[in-house]
């Protein structure tokens, strides 16, 4: 099931192209002992999600179709990625069958897998659901896929890593790579990446492999790391600029409130003002009676000192 390649894969994916270390995953994970490589019918997705670095490998085994795929960052999109995938490995499989005739047209039976070795603690294996992307949530979803996770950093599924040295030496690479990539500036991306390779000859890791594919191999590596140095800063402008609008809009509801607190403060003082031209109003009133009646009062007494005659 050969496809046009439109992407770089990294170097697990390289790995997983190779029959006999899909093998040899794919007995790990399922506990078989398929010995025979020319079994191993390797899947090319002719088209799927537009990346610069392909990570994810799939391949049909006994009518099993695995895809695995290799992150070194969480993330919880991967049952839906995987939908992705197998819908067009399987477009590719049913391209000459009737699906519109009587007869059952059987399909590889999907399993899917994730392995991680990111930086980020995470738990040795969990599984993650493409149901838990789902808007409107329900019981028994008609949809459903599950992804098994699997750690495969350092001292994590010790069990799987013994039964598995392709996978167990790849880890080895890649934190060689890490570690050359932290010694060396970023300009001198390419010798980190040949003193990595160079340790691994040196002590048998993944050696027959890297010697053959040394070149290929150099270049995918200095492609991831830019692709997920490039994913690194934008996700650093990102929160950069989610900040700098979580500032502004601060500082919005700082300065609407205090308008607001203005605007209740004036109105206040408008009262105020108001009611103490009423009671000036009120006590000029009463002064006024006050006047009204004394006069009226002096009117009186002098009526009564000289009444009419």
Known sequence: MAGNREYKSDVFCMLMEEPGYALEVYNALNHSDYRNPGLVEVCNLERGISLSVRNDAAFILDMNLSI?????????NMPLRALIYVTNILEQWVKKQNLYGRKLVKIPTPRFA??????EEQPEQYQLKLSDAY???ME??????????????????????????????????????R??????PEKDLRKAIDKAIDCCIQEGVLREFLMRRREEVTKVTQLDYTFDRRLEL???????????????????????????RLAKEKERLAKERERLAKERERQRAELAEIEVQKLRAELEQYKRRFPET
Do not use: W
Not at 68 to 76: A, K, L, Q
Not at 146 to 161: D, P
Not at 240 to 257: D, F, G, M, S
């Open 234 to 260: 934008e996700r650093e402008d990102a929160r950069e600029e989610a900040l700098a609008e979580e500032r502004v809009n601060t500082e919005r509801e700082r300065k609407a409130k205090e308008e607001e």
């Open 179 to 184: 570690e050359y990539l932290g010694k060396y």
């Open 114 to 119: 994730v392995f991680y070795n990111g930086v």
């Open 135 to 137: 808007a409107n949530p």
């Open 68 to 76: 695995y795929e290799h992150e070194s960052t969480v993330c919880p």
């Open 140 to 177: 028994g979803p008609e949809l459903e896929l599950t992804c098994m996770v699997y750690n495969i950093n350092s001292g994590k599924n010790r069990e799987l890593l013994s039964e598995c040295p392709v996978l167990d030496q790849y880890v080895t690479f890649v934190g060689y790579v």
